[in-house]
């Protein structure tokens, strides 16, 4: 079992209002709701993948294309206005890790990433992708990323 370090971030209007601020419109947005910054802003300066986890059975607003989803919200939160739904029915965390299985270890990356972002995470260790990512596809996305995430960082 690969253990990759990481740090997680529950869902807020301040979390998306940050990533709009310091980083801008992701790299990359999925159908499955999940958006991707790739940043070289993590412990000397490897590429962090910064990952906005989808709720379980994302939906997307149909009004909003799939990469007009996060851009929508945040200038919504960021202007004080409603965004088109609240935030937590898209997504339920972010998640940082270093990209490319560059190596770091946990403190590093969070001091990293709190550099970065500005948020200190609501929880930093090791964790294992690969049963995470496993027993989403098992599910048809149907599980919540971050509670395993969250489960695996847990003592």
């Given at each position: 079992m690969s253990r990759t370090p990481t740090?997680?971030?529950?869902i807020t209007d301040e979390l998306?209002?940050?990533?709009?601020?310091h980083f801008g419109d992701p790299v990359d947005a999925y159908v499955n709701g999940s958006q991707t910054w790739l940043l070289e802003n993590g412990p000397n300066g490897i590429v962090l993948e910064w990952r906005l986890h989808p709720v379980a059975g994302?939906?997307?607003p149909p009004a909003l294309g799939t990469y007009d989803v996060f851009p929508t919200?945040?200038?919504?939160?960021?202007?004080?206005?409603e965004p088109p739904v609240?935030?937590?029915?898209?997504w339920d965390g972010l998640e940082a890790f270093a990209a490319y299985g560059e190596e770091?270890?946990?403190?590093?990356?969070r001091a990293a990433a709190?550099?970065?972002l500005g948020l200190e995470p609501d929880g930093c260790g090791l964790v294992d992708h690969a049963s995470i990512g496993d027993e989403w596809e098992r599910t048809g996305g149907r599980v919540g990323i971050v509670a395993a995430l969250f489960g695996q960082l847990a003592p």
């Open positions: 740090c997680v971030w529950r998306i209002a940050a990533l709009d601020g994302y939906q997307r919200t945040a200038a919504r939160i960021v202007a004080g206005e609240p935030c937590a029915s898209l770091t270890e946990p403190p590093l990356l709190v550099a970065a």
